[in-house]
């Protein structure tokens, strides 16, 4: 009780000092289990010699000794008392705490967990221990290091299998998925790759985790060359103009493929919705790629290479899956990594308002809202206002049909 008692933020941070006086009342006697058990604890404390005394522990005996009014105790007998019951001094504890953040923050100073380690030092200096347990589970920061050291995206498991050995009968390549991962998502959160709207899948495929099969779908007029091993480009060139109904690369393709955009190609279009992109009749002058919302890692590479290849004035729009803050994050995300001159296209106050007049509007939380009042909605903030304005957005899947 008297550790619980002192155990608080200026004690963990080590501005706490002097005398304490509970008062015995019905409170603390139900903690200790009773005035008899309080009374034998209360003897039992004054004849250890290394609690330092009536100095530092004092009892305000009453009734013969069969009673306590108050207990007087200074604070720096805190960690006597600790050591007595075989536990950590909690000051101890968060310095021991902030020492481990401290390693893992130069292990990963060049990483994107760099912001998370900055975030975790800051509680902890505060005294807070909202962190404290993930700053203790060494199995945690090892995972972490390791994501920080990854030079090439890995399959969730073979990540998992990588870092963990078996533990509480999950095997390797499932502990990280069962015990870690929300953990480390939440640690993601801080990272400058992440996007707000993200989901746990696409935070995880930004960072080099991937837990599902990147693939990217396109229709349009796009050659590429594979590279071996050596990172050797193949002379031969795949054409996939002649795909009119679509081309899709798996992840090992994207990962070995060097694309360009054939001279033909004046426009490309973004299309987020996978039902709309289908329903795209062919055009060999437009380019039309799938998007299912944030691209994963590989895609963004492939994409980059692409537009490099493309000349300066070609248009490039995007039209999104859904008219709210998902879908403005998204444009924003494309505009920012991978086209730098992307128009919204069907993404007009027009297109929004049509849409209202349809009934086909879903009431807009107060979560939503308040971070799209915060968000700088770039080319979109028009649209943005008429979001907030009506408090109504809305989503594709309810356009089609």
């Known amino acids: 009780m008297l550790i619980d008692k002192t ?28 005035r008899d058990e309080l009374v034998r604890q209360a003897k039992v404390l004054e004849r250890i010699p290394a609690l330092g005394g009536e100095e530092y522990l004092h009892f305000d005996w009453r009734e013969m000794n069969t009673d306590i009014t108050r207990i007087d105790y200074r604070v720096e007998v805190v960690p006597r008392l600790c050591e007595l019951i075989g536990i950590m001094d909690p000051r101890e504890r968060q ?26 030092l800051e509680q902890l200096n505060k005294g807070n221990t909202k962190e404290l347990s993930k700053a203790e589970d060494e199995e945690f920061l090892k995972c972490l290091k390791a994501l920080a050291d990854l030079k090439e995206p890995e399959w969730k498991r073979v990540f998992s299998s990588k870092v963990f050995e078996k533990k509480n009968d999950i095997t390797p390549s499932k502990v990280f998925e069962r ?9 993601l959160k801080y990272s400058p790759q992440y996007d707000e709207g993200m989901s746990d899948d696409e935070i995880l495929a930004a960072h080099g985790i991937l837990s599902y099969s990147q693939t990217l779908e396109w229709k349009g007029a796009v050659e590429y060359c594979l590279t071996d091993r050596s990172g050797i480009a193949s002379e031969e060139k795949i054409d996939t103009s002649s795909n009119y109904y679509g081309t899709v690369l798996n992840a090992q393709t994207l990962e070995h493929a060097v ?36 691209f994963s ?11 490099k290849t493309a000349p300066e004035e070609i248009q490039c729009y995007h039209w999104g899956g859904d008219m709210d803050y998902g879908g403005i994050q998204i444009f924003l995300y494309n505009e920012k990594n991978i086209f730098p001159n992307l128009t919204p296209w069907k993404m007009d106050v027009l297109s929004y308002e049509d849409a209202l007049k349809n009934g086909k509007g879903i009431k807009l939380n107060s979560e939503k809202k308040k971070k799209l009042e915060a968000l700088n909605a770039g080319q979109l903030e028009a649209l943005k206002q008429c979001i907030l304005e009506s408090e109504m957005e809305i989503e594709q899947e309810m356009l089609i049909g």
């Open 7 to 34: 155990n608080t933020k200026d004690y963990r941070i080590g501005n706490l000092s002097g005398m304490k006086h509970p008062k015995v009342d019905g409170n603390l006697l139900k903690t200790v289990g009773g």
């Open 95 to 120: 310095l021991q705490a902030i020492s481990r953040i401290c390693k893992l923050q130069v292990d990963v100073s060049e990483s994107c967990l760099s912001a998370y380690c900055d975030h975790v």
């Open 179 to 187: 015990i870690y991962q929300g953990a480390v998502i939440e640690a």
């Open 259 to 294: 694309p360009t955009l054939r001279n033909d190609v004046e426009k490309i279009i973004v299309i987020e919705n996978k039902a709309n992109y289908e329903s795209m009749e062919y055009d060999p002058k437009v380019l039309y790629i799938f998007c299912h919302g944030y």
């Open 297 to 307: 890692p590989k895609e963004v590479r492939f994409l980059q290479m692409l537009m």
